[in-house]
């Protein structure tokens, strides 16, 4: 069974940093592409970043370039999304998600920022950036 679990989310001051995680199950971490995305209240759902399966190429949202950062750790099953100098606009539900067929090249592609509900998705982990 396939399964993803957000957490690491919280409240932080602006300029603060945080660390999520995606710890996944029933599948192999290391062949597929795993994708972080956002939605915050009002809003519709915003892609953040995209971890390619296929030579672990990483694409990022303009809005969060630079600031940050994916890595993965296939032993663990765990996907991480290192954020740092956040803004209040960075405040949302964060989810990852999974693509549905090995190696996709979805991330290559740049499908993956529409990804919708026929992917596999976690329950999400709210981020609040507010002093």
């Known amino acids: 069974q396939v399964q993803l679990v957000e957490s690491g989310g919280g409240l932080v001051q602006p300029g603060g940093s945080l660390t999520l995680s995606c710890t996944t199950s029933g599948f192999i971490l290391g062949e597929y592409d795993v994708a972080w995305f956002r939605r915050a209240p009002g809003k519709e759902r915003e892609a953040v970043a995209c971890y390619s399966a296929t030579g672990g190429r990483l694409y990022y949202s303009d809005s969060v370039k630079g600031r940050f950062t994916l890595s993965r750790d296939n032993y663990k099953g765990t996907v991480y999304l290192q954020m740092k100098r956040l803004k209040p606009e960075d405040t949302a539900t964060y989810f990852c998600?999974?693509?549905?067929?090995?190696?996709?090249?979805?991330?290559?592609?740049?499908?993956?920022?529409?990804?919708?509900?026929?992917?596999?998705w976690g329950q999400g982990t709210q981020v609040s950036v507010s002093s």
């Open positions: 998600a999974r693509d549905l067929g090995r190696w996709s090249q979805s991330c290559e592609r740049g499908d993956w920022t529409s990804w919708g509900d026929s992917r596999y």
